[in-house]
């Protein structure tokens, strides 16, 4: 594994137990410059693992508990008019950091989740004719429960493909729930991290060198056909769009560059494609009959689809 992967992966697992391969996901979608969507029942370590990773790597965090009755400007900030000065001030709303936790994104208002999004996409907010640009690294990591929908707002299917990644932590096993009780009995485990494992200048350069991990014709290849396959399928309504195929590719290379590798194999698609393209797709009834799930039919897919040979 990558030296400064490593790191951050004995930083967070001082807060984080068990999980390991939600974090090394989660690391991947940070690396690829991504977004994540992060659904799962209440109480399983949404917060702590958002919290450890901001910790772990030195960056500003904030958190919004989104509601029907936040404001865009609770967001993307304001401008004031100053008495003393006579100009206009821009006051900073919370996505100014480096790791935003959107808890319960579903709750807010679909004026929230676009101002909330373009910011994601575009990198940068335009408020009253200037554009204040994010600093970088920037992740936003939002939840949402899957299980309570009242009083909430469905996120379109044009918000979801903006998300590099679904990810779910689920309940942790016997043994890891008995170290969680012991780490928990004395102080709150986000402690454990007293310094950064590294800083915002080796993300960033993470970044750039993820860029350079080669990937062959034949992965490029399988990638496609993978992609296509749930455009032509019956048991699919829509298939996954050209931004889900480059959500891939970028995936299978971080995923590549976090095992210290510098060239991408079939294996990484598979480790990543379920993450990656289940939220992209709506199955049909009969999908929906034989597969139950979006990610049991990525999987399925994953089994059905020729691998090619790595030479």
Wanted: hydrophobic share 40%; charged share 25%.
């Amino acid at each position: 594994m990558n030296k400064n992967t490593e790191k951050l992966m004995a930083s967070i697992g001082k807060v984080i137990v068990g999980k390991d391969d939600t974090v090394i996901r989660l690391i991947a979608a940070l690396l690829c410059d991504g977004h994540v969507l992060l659904e799962d029942v209440p109480g399983v370590g949404k917060t702590q693992l958002i919290t450890a990773l901001s910790r772990s790597i030195g960056g500003k965090f904030n958190r919004i508990q989104l509601t029907p009755d936040v404001m865009p400007s609770d967001i993307v900030g304001f401008t004031m008019y100053m008495q003393k000065t006579g100009e206009f001030e821009y006051r900073e709303g919370v996505l100014i950091c480096n790791f935003l936790l959107a808890d319960e994104i579903n709750r807010a208002s679909p004026k929230i989740q676009s101002a909330l999004l373009e910011a994601m996409e575009e990198r940068q907010i335009s408020l009253d004719g200037e554009t204040h640009v994010l600093p970088k690294p920037f992740l936003v990591m939002a939840t949402q429960n899957p299980v309570e929908t009242y009083g909430t707002f469905h996120l379109p299917e044009a918000q979801m493909d903006r998300f590099f990644m679904k990810l779910s932590m689920g309940y942790p096993t016997f043994e890891e729930e008995t170290k969680i009780l012991e780490r928990t009995e004395m102080f709150n485990p986000i402690r454990n991290i007293e310094a950064p494992a590294i800083t915002t200048d080796d993300v960033i350069a993470m970044q750039e060198e993820v860029k350079n991990i080669r990937v062959t014709d034949q992965v490029k290849e399988y990638i496609v056909k993978l992609v296509a396959s749930t455009r032509e399928d019956r048991n699919t309504v829509l298939g996954i769009s050209p931004r889900g195929s480059i959500a891939l590719y970028k995936a299978a290379k971080a995923f590549a560059y976090i095992y210290d590798r510098e060239y991408v194999t079939p294996d990484d698609i598979k480790n990543v494609a379920v993450c990656v393209l289940a939220h992209r797709i709506i199955l049909s009834p009969q999908g929906k009959s034989m597969f139950g799930s979006n990610e049991e039919y990525i999987s399925n897919l994953l089994k059905t689809c020729d691998v090619p040979a790595m030479k």
